[in-house]
C-alpha cells in the first residue's frame, strides 16, 4: 500500500504562485511514474502533469505549460507542483497520484494509487 498526502493548498490571488507536495508513504514510489491532476466542481478530473520515475523527463498540459512545473525528490519520497501565474481557472482540487508505470502518464487509468486532494483557490 502507497499512501499519499497532498499539501500547500489555499487561497492565493490572481498571478500568485503556490508549491504543492505529496508526500509518500508505505511502499517507494521512487520506481514509479507520479503524476498531478484536478477536479473543479462539475468537471471531470484532469490531467496536469506528470514525471518519470527518474524525474529526468515530464509532461505538462497544454493549459499549465510555463506556468507550472512538476518535479520530484526521490529521497524524501516527494513530489512537487510549482504553480506560478495562477489564474482564477486554476480553482480546484489537486491530487497527486502514483503510475503503474515508470514513463510519464496522462490517463486517470494509468494510477493506481491516489491522495485526498488540496484544494486551491485562486480569487479574481
Known amino acids: 500500500q502507497v499512501q499519499l498526502v497532498e499539501s500547500g493548498g489555499g487561497l492565493v490571488q490572481a498571478g500568485g504562485s503556490l508549491r504543492l507536495s505529496c508526500a509518500a508513504s508505505?511502499?517507494?514510489?521512487?520506481?514509479?511514474?507520479m503524476g498531478w491532476f484536478r477536479q473543479a466542481p462539475g468537471k471531470e478530473r484532469e490531467f496536469v502533469a506528470s514525471i518519470s520515475w527518474t524525474g529526468g523527463t515530464t509532461s505538462h498540459a497544454n493549459f499549465v505549460r510555463g506556468r507550472f512545473t512538476i518535479s520530484r525528490d526521490n529521497a524524501k519520497n516527494t513530489v512537487y507542483l510549482q504553480m506560478n501565474s495562477l489564474k482564477p481557472e486554476d480553482t480546484a482540487v489537486y491530487y497527486c497520484a502514483r503510475s503503474k508505470v515508470r514513463t510519464v502518464a496522462t490517463a486517470t487509468g494509468q494510477y493506481d494509487y491516489w491522495g485526498q486532494g488540496t484544494q486551491v483557490t485562486v480569487s479574481s
Open positions: 508505505g511502499r517507494t514510489i521512487s520506481t514509479y511514474a
